[in-house]
């Protein structure tokens, strides 16, 4: 068997930490030796994937946030930094889903909303995340933004220029930063069977679910377990050499 990436003892701080995606790498990374907080809006799911992180030996606690407030993210890392002693790697996962409708149908709350959480909201924590991590001498950051912000498709405007956003964000940081010892990287998902998905397909009559589940040419959704082993390979030292990069995760996709 292959030897999985060594994680032990790095200290992570994933938001958005309560479901989906980052409620599985929270749990493969602590269960890899990783110290990790997670932070959400969810308090009570939150602290629910903390203890049965903790019942089972991992070391994982959970934060209360909302990645829209500064102030929220000023306090998050504040209690990620005193509770780990430092931070290694933050993963930036809060996100919202869009409602999809064409471009002029959406209200500007529809719009902004999407712009809030996914795109500013990561800004806060990637600011956030180099005042913490640079005078320690590095860190790695690992944005979780979409196939939608590497390119678009009818009725998800909003989304997509949210996540577009964050890939401009996740390679103005490698290029500005490097000389710190910083490194950003993003991750860039398709269509993964979590809670935000299940919402959307909960939505949609079998014709429009199908679209979804066969998007890629492996004619399925991805698995969150099929996302946080790669978020767990890039906070390793074995992705020391990918900085600016969008990793993308979409069983051929875009290809
Ligand atoms: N599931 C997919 O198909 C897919 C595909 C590409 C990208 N993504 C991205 O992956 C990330 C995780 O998505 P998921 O599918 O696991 O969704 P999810 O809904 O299961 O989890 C998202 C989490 O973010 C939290 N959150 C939302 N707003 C927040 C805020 N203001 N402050 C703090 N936490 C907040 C939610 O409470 C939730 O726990 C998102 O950024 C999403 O856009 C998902």
Not at 90 to 104: F, L, Q, S, T, Y
Request: charged fraction near 20%.
């Amino acid at each position: 068997m292959t030897p999985a990436a060594d994680v032990t003892n790095k200290r992570i701080l994933i938001t958005g930490g309560a479901s989906g995606i980052g409620a599985a790498s929270a749990k493969l990374l602590a269960s890899r030796g990783a110290k990790v907080v997670i932070a959400d809006l969810s308090e009570e799911q939150g602290q629910n994937v903390a203890k049965e992180a903790q019942d089972n030996g991992f070391d994982v606690k959970f934060q209360k946030v909302d990645v829209t407030q500064a102030d929220s993210v000023k306090a998050l890392f504040a209690f990620a930094m005193k509770e780990l002693g430092g931070l290694d790697v933050v993963v930036n996962n809060a996100g919202i889903d869009h409602k999809p409708a064409p471009m002029h149908e959406l209200s500007d709350d529809d719009f902004d909303s999407n712009i809030a959480v996914n795109l500013k909201g990561v800004w806060h924590c990637m600011r956030a995340s180099i005042a913490c991590m640079a005078p320690s001498g590095g860190g790695h950051v690992i944005n979780v933004a979409s196939v939608a912000g590497l390119r678009s498709s009818p009725a998800i405007s909003a989304y997509s220029a949210s996540k577009h956003g964050v890939m401009g964000l996740t390679k103005s940081a490698a290029v500005e930063y490097a000389r710190a010892n910083l490194r950003f990287n993003a991750v860039c998902p398709s269509f993964i069977d979590t809670p935000m998905v299940q919402n959307t397909l909960a939505k949609l009559d079998e014709r429009g679910q199908n679209a979804i589940i066969k998007a890629s040419p492996l004619k399925r959704l991805g698995k969150v377990e099929e996302i946080s082993s790669a978020i767990a390979w890039l906070a390793s030292d074995e992705s020391s050499f990918m900085n600016g990069h969008a990793f993308t995760l979409d069983g051929g996709m875009l290809a």
